[in-house]
């Protein structure tokens, strides 16, 4: 469902400025779930966001030189207010609630300040924990020496 804005939103203008004339604003789901992936990417110890399967397909796209903000982002969207769903891939050693947390706060001020749209809730759901490969260490090497003949 798309939002439709039946009055306005003035931002603030000088009074010289005319008043808008009639019109209606509508905000798309899509639009709405980029504004969360973006501010839900931003979050320190957020990997990734997305399933296997959608990560998947985003490391195609970050091949190509695209890159889809809403994956991993559900927004479902009323006339007045919004619902977001994120799933996401934690990095190791972050505390999962708190990241869950900080991952809510964010997206709940992006969208209600971007948007314009009451959050009702985000549902943060992790799926996975990104460990990072173990750092290789090379040996050092053995000094050379010369051969005596």
């Given at each position: 469902?798309?939002?439709?804005?039946?009055?306005?939103?003035?931002?603030?203008?000088?009074?010289?400025?005319?008043?808008?004339?009639?019109?209606?604003?509508?905000?798309?789901?899509?639009?709405?779930?980029?504004?969360?992936?973006?501010?839900?990417?931003?979050?320190?110890?957020?990997?990734?966001?997305?399933?296997?399967?959608?990560?998947?397909?985003?490391?195609?796209?970050?091949?190509?030189?695209?890159?889809?903000?809403?994956?991993?982002?559900?927004?479902?969207?009323?006339?007045?207010?919004?619902?977001?769903?994120?799933?996401?891939?934690?990095?190791?050693?972050?505390?999962?609630?708190?990241?869950?947390?900080?991952?809510?706060?964010?997206?709940?001020?992006?969208?209600?300040?971007?948007?314009?749209?009451?959050?009702?809730?985000?549902?943060?759901?992790?799926?996975?924990?990104?460990?990072?490969?173990?750092?290789?260490?090379?040996?050092?090497?053995?000094?050379?020496?010369?051969a005596l003949l």
């Amino acid at each position: 469902m798309e939002y439709q804005n039946p009055q306005p939103v003035v931002p603030n203008r000088p009074a010289t400025s005319p008043a808008p004339g009639p019109g209606r604003t509508v905000i798309s789901e899509t639009a709405v779930a980029k504004v969360a992936g973006i501010a839900a990417r931003a979050v320190p110890g957020v990997y990734s966001l997305g399933s296997g399967p959608s990560r998947a397909l985003g490391a195609i796209r970050d091949a190509v030189g695209s890159s889809d903000h809403a994956a991993g982002v559900h927004a479902e969207v009323g006339e007045t207010q919004v619902a977001v769903d994120i799933t996401l891939v934690a990095s190791y050693g972050t505390p999962l609630h708190a990241l869950a947390n900080a991952v809510r706060v964010a997206v709940y001020h992006a969208v209600e300040e971007l948007v314009g749209l009451q959050v009702i809730e985000v549902n943060v759901e992790v799926t996975d924990v990104y460990v990072p490969p173990p750092v290789k260490t090379t040996a050092p090497a053995a000094p050379e020496r010369e051969a005596l003949l």
